[in-house]
Structures are given as C-alpha cells and as structure tokens.
C-alpha cells in the first residue's frame, strides 16, 4: 500500500526547466493534463518575468529538438537485393515508406506552425501564457514595481557569490527567482514547494532532493524556523503535497522524461566540459602556465646536471 502524502498549505514555484518538459512529454494528453492543473491553480504558482523570458528564450531550441527526431522517421534506406525485388514484403516495405513520409511531412508542418506563430498553435505556450499573465501577489511581472527592489537584492547575492549561482552563471536569474520566492513566504504565510532540476538550488541523492545547506539556512533565519520549503525535481510531487490531482500516468510520465533529460543533461555536461578544457588550452594564461612549468623542469634538469 503507498505512503500517504501528508498535504501542506503551501505555494509552488516551478523552474524553467520543468515547464520546457511539456515539450518533452510523449503523451500529449499527459502533458496538457499537468498544463490544465497549472491552469486551474493560478493562485498556488509561484512565477516572474523571469520565468517567462527563460522559457521563451529556449523554447524554440526545445523544439527543434523534436524536430531532429522527425527526421529520423523512416529514414532507413537500403538497395533491396534484385532476387527479392518482386516480393510482396518489399511491395509493402515501400508502401510504408511512403506513409512514414507523408506522415512525418506532415509532423514537420505542425512544428513549423508551432514555431511561427505560438499563440494559436503551440498549447503549451498559449497554457503557460495564462499563468506568466496572471494579475496575482505572486507573480512578479513587469507591471510589479517592487520587480526592482528584488533585482538589487539578487545583484548584492550574486555579487557576494550566494547560491543559487552556478560557476559559469553571469546572470542574476536565479537570484531573482530566489529573492522572489522568499518575499512571497513573506508576504503570503505559506511553505514553499520549489520545483527544479538546477543543481544550484540543491542535490539529487537516491531519488530525494536535498536544499542547499546555505538556502536552507538562509530560509529560515529570513522567514521562520518553522515555516517549511521543499525542493523536489517532481512536479507531479508538488501537486500531490497541496492536494492537486495527479494520475498514475502523470507520474510514470514525467518519470520517463526525468531520466531521459538526465542522460541528455550528462551529454550535455561532458561537451561542455570538453569545450572549456579545449578553450583553456587555447587560451593565453594557460600557455604560460605550461611555459612556465617547462621553464621550472629546465630548471631542475640544470641543477640535476650540476
């Protein structure tokens, strides 16, 4: 029998990363069954100009991600051997490369339409628009005034070298979304559900999410030792702690892209590395490190010598 998950009245703020997974989701229905429960719960979403700029910044990169694997639709080829041209097989394996074609044409189109005009075709996008529009408290959009006094904030935190701040970060971003969050815990009375896959806010470790010590800390000497804030990498997980319906095929669902975005996210980290490692190699101040150790060895082959 599954543990009962013990409900909490709390707010949610949702990354940038988790909404770009309801382009990954396969099933679609899946997808705009999360998207109806954002919908329907305006009021618990915790969400910025940020937010919204980060997701329609790479929005369209997702997508193109989708694309590629169109194109590998029906795009085995092959001479079939003249023995066997006459086969009924080879009738049916040329008719289904036509229907794969047409098909996949098709699919192409729709992405297409999708990309040029997102208000009418993408539902995910006219979705999360109704949420990034949404006139509430907990929205810090570009009507918002004290949008400035949390940017300040974030400017002084990013400065001071505070998480949520990545090595490579050279954008407040998501030190806004953290000074954010933490005014509307203020502002609200609520525990703060934060859902995200950004290792700068916290860790994964077997299957948990684990708060960064200092944000923990800073969380409850800021708003309250008793007041709670959770980080999970499971939207579906928030939804179920504030009583937000959730079917089973939500959460095997978003299971699936988790690992799949993970395996990407490792690809993604290895050429990255790959790419500073080989731009410090060109790079000036790393031949003169390598100048200057070849010029100590010299020196210890002299000595040596003497």
Same mark, same amino acid.
């Given at each position: 029998?599954?543990?009962?998950i013990?409900?909490?009245?709390?707010?949610i703020?949702?990354?940038?990363?988790?909404?770009?997974?309801?382009?990954?989701?396969?099933?679609?229905?899946?997808?705009l069954?999360?998207l109806?429960?954002?919908?329907?719960h305006?009021?618990?979403?915790?969400?910025s100009?940020?937010?919204?700029?980060?997701?329609?910044? !790479?929005?369209?990169?997702? $997508?193109?991600?989708?694309?590629?694997?169109? #194109?590998k %639709?029906?795009? *085995? +080829?092959?001479?079939?051997?003249?023995?066997?041209?006459?086969?009924?097989?080879?009738?049916?394996?040329?008719?289904?490369?036509?229907e794969?074609q047409?098909?996949?044409?098709?699919?192409?189109?729709?992405?297409?339409?999708?990309?040029?005009?997102?208000?009418?075709?993408?539902?995910?996008?006219?979705?999360?628009?109704?949420?990034?529009?949404?006139?509430?408290?907990i929205?810090?959009?570009?009507?918002?005034?004290?949008?400035?006094?949390?940017?300040?904030?974030?400017?002084?935190?990013?400065?001071?070298g505070?998480?949520?701040?990545?090595?490579?970060?050279?954008?407040?971003g998501?030190?806004? !979304?953290?000074?954010?969050? $933490?005014?509307?815990?203020?502002?609200?009375? #609520?525990? %703060?559900?934060? *859902? +995200?896959?950004?290792?700068?806010?916290?860790?994964?470790?077997?299957?948990?999410s684990?708060l960064?010590?200092?944000?923990?800390?800073?969380?409850?000497?800021?708003?309250s030792?008793k007041?709670?804030?959770?980080?999970?990498?499971?939207?579906?997980?928030?939804?179920?702690?504030?009583?937000?319906?959730?079917?089973?095929?939500?959460?095997?669902?978003?299971?699936?892209?988790?690992?799949?975005?993970?395996?990407?996210?490792?690809?993604?980290?290895?050429?990255?590395?790959?790419?500073?490692?080989?731009?410090?190699?060109e790079?000036n101040?790393?031949?003169?490190?390598?100048?200057k150790?070849?010029? !100590?060895?010299?020196?210890?082959?002299?000595?040596n010598?003497?």
């Amino acid at each position: 029998m599954a543990k009962k998950i013990e409900s909490i009245d709390a707010l949610i703020f949702i990354d940038t990363n988790i909404l770009l997974d309801f382009y990954r989701i396969r099933k679609s229905d899946i997808s705009l069954k999360y998207l109806e429960e954002i919908e329907n719960h305006l009021d618990l979403i915790i969400t910025s100009s940020q937010v919204e700029m980060e997701f329609k910044k !790479n929005r369209q990169s997702v $997508i193109l991600e989708s694309i590629t694997e169109v #194109k590998k %639709i029906g795009t *085995v +080829t092959g001479n079939i051997p003249a023995i066997l041209s006459d086969t009924k097989a080879v009738e049916m394996i040329a008719k289904s490369r036509k229907e794969i074609q047409k098909k996949q044409k098709k699919l192409k189109e729709k992405i297409e339409n999708i990309l040029k005009n997102p208000t009418y075709n993408d539902p995910v996008y006219k979705s999360l628009q109704k949420l990034f529009s949404y006139n509430s408290e907990i929205n810090l959009n570009r009507e918002n005034k004290v949008r400035f006094t949390i940017r300040n904030l974030a400017k002084k935190r990013f400065l001071l070298g505070y998480p949520p701040r990545k090595k490579t970060d050279n954008s407040i971003g998501d030190a806004v !979304n953290w000074e954010w969050i $933490i005014r509307c815990a203020e502002n609200t009375g #609520k525990h %703060i559900i934060l *859902v +995200t896959r950004d290792s700068d806010f916290g860790c994964v470790y077997d299957n948990d999410s684990h708060l960064n010590d200092w944000l923990k800390q800073e969380f409850k000497q800021r708003i309250s030792q008793k007041r709670k804030i959770i980080l999970t990498d499971k939207l579906h997980k928030a939804f179920q702690l504030v009583e937000i319906p959730v079917t089973k095929e939500m959460i095997e669902e978003e299971e699936n892209v988790i690992n799949t975005s993970f395996r990407s996210y490792k690809s993604f980290q290895l050429k990255e590395a790959i790419e500073q490692l080989k731009e410090r190699l060109e790079s000036n101040e790393w031949n003169e490190s390598l100048r200057k150790m070849r010029d !100590n060895l010299d020196f210890l082959d002299d000595e040596n010598n003497e």
